[in-house]
């Protein structure tokens, strides 16, 4: 929740004009991860940046509004580029959940996958060698370990570049994992058992959580600011 103004205040004078009531208890839950202090200003915002960012979402509003409130509360450029970076990558996991089912029915139709022979992945290699590969990525890199060493290039030159501490890239990707616009199951227990493992708190993880549900807040900046012209409109009309 930025403090200049955005699509929220506007939406919000509505509400309270409509209902007055329901205004007051969505602004409380709304902003309660930023008056309850258990995670930094600044890690809020790029949670919040992430969760706008995110491939699943992409809402230039609430984008531009956090990373104002970001830059505002300390957050550096690089910083704020590692988010994105991580918000583009993310969606890796259409390999994640269409390879196992490319190979199921492949297999189950006949079929056998054509894969180029590949001489190195040295990305993938050294994913393997450090113990940072995930066993869901196996059916990708069989289907295509060119392409996948390309990605996983790309992938860990952002978890590789120190912009932010290991237990903060760990909240993030819960953040992406659990946002309502995704609900990626395996990834959100990956993350909460390596966020743990970070250190991070039990209210720590429930924080990010909480900052996921309260982007559900974007259905009333996206509808109320229609409802009410479109009110007007037909009211206007006299219908």
Known sequence: ????????????????EWDSTWAETCTNMATNPWRGGVLPRKLVELIGIAINAACTNLNPDGTRRHIRAALDAGATRDEILTVLKMASVMSIHSCSLGAPILLEEAKSAGARPATTPVAKTPACDRMKAIGQ???AWDPFYELDPAWTDEFMATGAGIYASGALPA?????????????FTHMYAPGTRRHVRNALKAGATTEEIMEVLKLCVVQGVQSCNLGVPILAE????RSARGD
């Open 133 to 135: 590969w995930n066993a």
């Open 1 to 16: 929740m930025a403090t200049e103004r955005g699509p929220w205040d506007a939406a919000l004078e509505q509400l309270r």
């Open 167 to 179: 237990k903060d890239v760990e909240l993030l990707s819960i953040a992406f994992d659990a946002s």
């Open 230 to 233: 479109e009110h007007a409109r």
